[in-house]
């Protein structure tokens, strides 16, 4: 039996997992899951799997999440050192499905065990890249990308020579807002926002997917991962989701990976590495699909993609901030206190602010210097907004 951990449990990623592991119940030996408020089904999940532990991220909810663990051996507990105490809990595979610079620090805990880490959790890759890949060397641990076109690329490189790789291609739906006008933009509301026309996600990403915040992080996420050079990395408006990644060589040949829009097949692919085994997921009928449509992406209409252009070439500190700032704008935004145009805006402003006060361009990065930089980014945000 495998042993293995879904921080995030409760999320859509983490759900996607569990539905994953129902289906070959006796395969798995969990020991911990972890969510936040819905304590209802991180202590349902818990139960069904047979779980050692349940965490919840929110201390006050504790005494529910014990209540309904009650009489089941099932341990329960609560708050940010209950989560690292949880990655401590040694396994052989350990998803990463929290959302947020939140799912760092488990995460990082999870790599000492020296075992596979798969990482939905595209955040930690953006604020702490090269802690997170060397902390992985240093152990002898493995990550594996749950990102969706991370994976497509990872699949593409299989017996491939990376120094043969040209260029990296990672599409992006284009989102609900895809032919919106600068005007338009200006006026777009959350319940929009919410609306993601090819995949069913959390709430933020699908936010951060109309912004292109989220295919800004995916750039960054790609050059952190495959060590590839900014240049080399692309993207593509596709709309219909079909291609997740392509990668070019340098004989001019472009492999491509496609598949339907469903988190479980880059979640399988990362669960039965180096295997492939059935998935769950629809088969494409390409002649149904009939046409792949393509696009150049529009950085003025989503300035993101430039900005993460603007983080790789600072580096050191710039994707802390850059994360950091954005996940601060995207609170305000969720709570309808800025406009969505807003977002990019603060964030571009935190990023200045901070690059010309302390550089940015530190070498080593602790996670100490992380965290003040990205508690540094959230605050400044707020400011900007309250002044
Ligand atoms: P979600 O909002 O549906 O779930 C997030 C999970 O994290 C929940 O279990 C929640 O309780 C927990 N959580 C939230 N804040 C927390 C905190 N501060 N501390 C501890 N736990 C916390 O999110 P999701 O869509 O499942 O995304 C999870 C991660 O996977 C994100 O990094 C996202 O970018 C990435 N991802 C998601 C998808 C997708 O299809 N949903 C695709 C690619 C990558
Ligand atoms: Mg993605």
Known sequence: MRRISIF??????GQSTIDLIRRDREAYDVVALTGGGNIARLAQDAIDLGAKVAVTAYE???????????????????GDAAL?????????????AIVGAAGLAPGLRALRHGKTLAL???????????LLMDTAKEQGARILPVDSEHSAVFQGLVGENPAEVE???????GGPFRDWSLEQ??????????KHPSWDMGQRITIDSASMFNKALEIIETKEYFGFSPDQIEVLVHPGSYVHALVGFRDGALMAHLGAPDMRHAIGYALHWPERRDLPVERLDLAKVGQLRFEAPDEIRFPALRLAREVMATGGLAGTVFNA???AALDLFIARK????????????????????????VNALSLETILEADKEARARVFDLKAA
Do not use: H, Y
């Open 60 to 78: 006050d909810r504790l005494s529910e999440l014990r209540a309904a663990l009650s009489g089941t051996g099932i341990e329960a507990a609560a």
């Open 338 to 361: 800025i406009g969505f145009p807003d977002m990019a805006r603060l964030v571009e402003r935190v990023l200045t602010e901070m690059s010309a006060g302390v550089s940015l361009r």
């Open 120 to 130: 939905a959790n595209k955040e930690s890759l953006v604020t702490a890249g090269p």
């Open 8 to 13: 995030g449990a409760t999320g859509s990623i």
């Open 185 to 194: 933009l200006e006026g777009a509301t959350l319940e929009q926002a919410c």
């Open 84 to 96: 690292i105490e949880a990655a401590d809990r040694e396994v052989d595979w350990f998803m990463s």
């Open 167 to 173: 260029r990296v291609i990672i599409t992006a739906s």
């Open 325 to 327: 700032a954005k996940e």
